[in-house]
């Protein structure tokens, strides 16, 4: 008997609009009040979420969507579709199912000169590493070292911005490394979160 795999895109079924607001980390659901007014923003400029199953269980996802109304502080001149998280779950690694979201994210953005992301190195978190979105194809062209100011304080890391040029003569993205300081507020999972009860401040700083 063949294996099954689904991609089915999260943000156009309502059925999967639970996904919307968690991932594959086993937090309870809840549509907390910043995921949902990002939201209510970005879905109606491109934002999309593909969920991945196999065999009926889910063990993947991708989220994305267009620099401007992407999940971090990233800009270009050009359309570039910034990948806010992909994720497959360890239990069914060796399926190349990250390649094949990666493939589903770059057909359903034909249009896009460019896709660019984040990674960290050297930080205590297993997800978003250097080198996993470097297999994706992601090349770091900038990079900042950092510290976090409340968890694992003087434990220095890199947040690195990543770039997936389309033409050989796409024009490279950048970031504002000032507001990357703040963290990210759109996925309460995600290792640079930070709580509400932190308002507006910056939760990193420089090493």
Request: aromatic letters at 12%.
């Amino acid at each position: 008997m063949h294996s099954k795999v689904e991609v089915v895109d999260a943000h156009e079924k309502s059925r999967f609009e639970v996904f919307l607001y968690k991932c594959l980390a086993p937090i309870p659901f809840r549509k907390y009040r910043r995921m949902k007014a990002y939201l209510k923003i970005a879905i109606p400029k491109g934002f999309s979420k593909k969920l991945l199953f196999f065999d009926g269980k889910l063990v993947g996802q991708i989220e994305y969507a267009p620099a401007e109304v992407s999940g971090y502080p990233i800009s270009c001149d050009e359309k570039c579709v910034v990948l806010n998280c992909i994720w497959v779950l360890r239990k069914a690694k060796g399926h190349n199912f990250g390649k094949l979201l990666m493939e589903k994210m770059i057909a359903s953005e034909k249009d896009a000169s460019c896709f660019a992301t984040i990674d960290l190195e050297g930080h205590w978190s297993p997800w978003f590493k250097k080198w996993q979105m470097e297999k994706l194809g992601f090349k770091s062209i900038d990079s900042i070292k950092v510290m976090h100011k409340v968890r694992h304080r003087e434990e220095c890391f890199k947040i690195h911005l990543m770039w997936l040029p389309m033409r050989n003569d796409a024009i490279q993205p950048e970031w504002d490394k000032k507001e990357m300081l703040k963290g990210v507020d759109f996925c309460i999972a995600h290792p640079l979160y930070r709580a509400e009860k932190f308002g507006d401040i910056e939760i990193l700083e420089e090493c």
